[in-house]
């Protein structure tokens, strides 16, 4: 299972920009679909994690300026994200929770994506 993210890049703060991340690969379910990031010098993070329902949790800093949604026909999650500062500049990854059957029994797994450059300039 590989995971691709797409859709950083260099914007001015208070831009927006709205990573995708597509999961390939012979799977039955994708449960958990999240963002990290990790800044120079400091510890990856979780952004937002979105359910397999919708329902999503944000990192206290990002909430009311990003949104993570997904398409599960597609297996892939978004992450729409608005007001951007120079403190959001990182590398953001993403992740997905996954199971297929092998010979009916179940495989689970998680997988991260190669990560993307954002860089907010001030």
């Known amino acids: 299972v590989q995971l691709q993210a797409s859709g950083g890049g260099l914007v001015q703060a208070g831009g927006s920009l709205r990573l995708s991340c597509a999961t390939s690969?012979?799977?039955?379910?994708?449960?958990?679909m999240g963002w990290y990031r990790q800044a120079p010098g400091k510890q990856r993070e979780l952004v937002a994690n979105?359910?397999?329902?919708?329902?999503?949790v944000y990192e206290d800093s990002v909430k009311g300026r990003f949104t993570a949604s997904r398409d599960n026909a597609k297996n892939t999650v978004y992450l729409q994200m608005n007001s951007l500062t120079p403190e959001d500049t990182a590398v953001y990854y993403c992740?997905?929770?996954?199971?297929?059957?092998?010979?009916?029994?179940?495989?689970?797994?998680?997988?991260w994506g190669q990560g993307t450059q954002v860089t907010v300039s001030s």
């Open positions: 992740n997905a929770d996954w199971i297929y059957y092998r010979d009916g029994v179940p495989v689970v797994g998680r997988s």
């Open positions: 979105t359910k397999s329902d919708g329902s999503t």
């Open positions: 690969g012979s799977i039955s379910r994708v449960n958990d």
